[in-house]
């Protein structure tokens, strides 16, 4: 991560203090963070290689978002983390996505079918070539092109804020996600093809449900909540 530069008195740059937190939040939904683990500024920006300030501006965004809070006279803290809490976050974002589906599916143009049909086969080869990288990448774009064929806006930002909980490189740690991305894109651009609203939305439903059980799972394989039975209790 780039060291923040010399502007003085002007505070951090917004896009240090923003990567940081997308570091941080990735992190925690990841596993790598627990709930109730403290977070030392100190370390964090030894680890980025940055200075404190934007660690604690980072943390401070964390904390309006939930994600982390701030324990007086000791600091923050990642904030406790359920299987429901994964679902629901998901929950959200299929709505979201699925409705800019369906409103896709009505707008979209020959052009946006043929980015769309790149992206798929740019997915495709990446993980025939063994690049996770590549197939983050060709994944984003293709939810990129199925949100702007909607041309609804302020429905793709609300979507973009909420998909927060999972940064796109996340992804490529969920076992045989790729492989699932690509028949569920599929599925999606065939709708598309056909002009098939409720089929778009349908499936594009299904496809963000599924990623948030891959993550509920990737989750418990790496020991987040030691025991199911008390936390389906509480969820």
Request: charged share 25%.
């Amino acid at each position: 991560m780039a060291t923040p530069g010399a502007q003085q008195g002007l505070g951090p740059r917004p896009q240090l203090s923003d990567e940081v937190a997308a570091r941080v939040r990735e992190m925690i939904m990841d596993g790598r963070l627990r709930p109730g683990e403290f977070l030392r500024l100190e370390r964090l920006a030894l680890d980025f290689g940055i200075s404190v300030t934007p660690v604690r501006e980072a943390l401070r965004s964390l904390r309006s978002e939930g994600f982390v809070l701030l324990e007086p006279r000791r600091g923050f803290v990642v904030a406790p983390l359920s299987r429901q809490d994964v679902r629901d976050l998901f929950l959200v974002q299929s709505s979201i996505a699925s409705e800019l589906a369906v409103r896709a599916a009505t707008r979209v143009t020959a052009d946006a079918l043929r980015e769309l049909a790149t992206a798929q086969r740019g997915l495709e080869r990446a993980i025939a070539a063994g690049r996770a990288d590549l197939a983050v990448e060709s994944q984003h774009a293709f939810h990129r092109e199925v949100n702007r064929a909607a041309a609804s806006p302020k429905l793709s930002w609300s979507l973009a804020v909420v998909s927060r909980c999972m940064p796109p490189g996340g992804y490529a740690r969920l076992p045989d996600w790729p492989q699932v991305a690509v028949r569920d894109h599929q599925r999606v651009l065939e709708a598309l093809r056909h002009g098939d609203e409720q089929a778009a939305g349908a499936e594009m439903r299904r496809h963000v449900v599924r990623a948030g059980r891959s993550l509920v799972a990737h989750l418990e394989r790496r020991g987040m909540w030691p025991t199911a039975g008390l936390d389906e209790v509480s969820d």
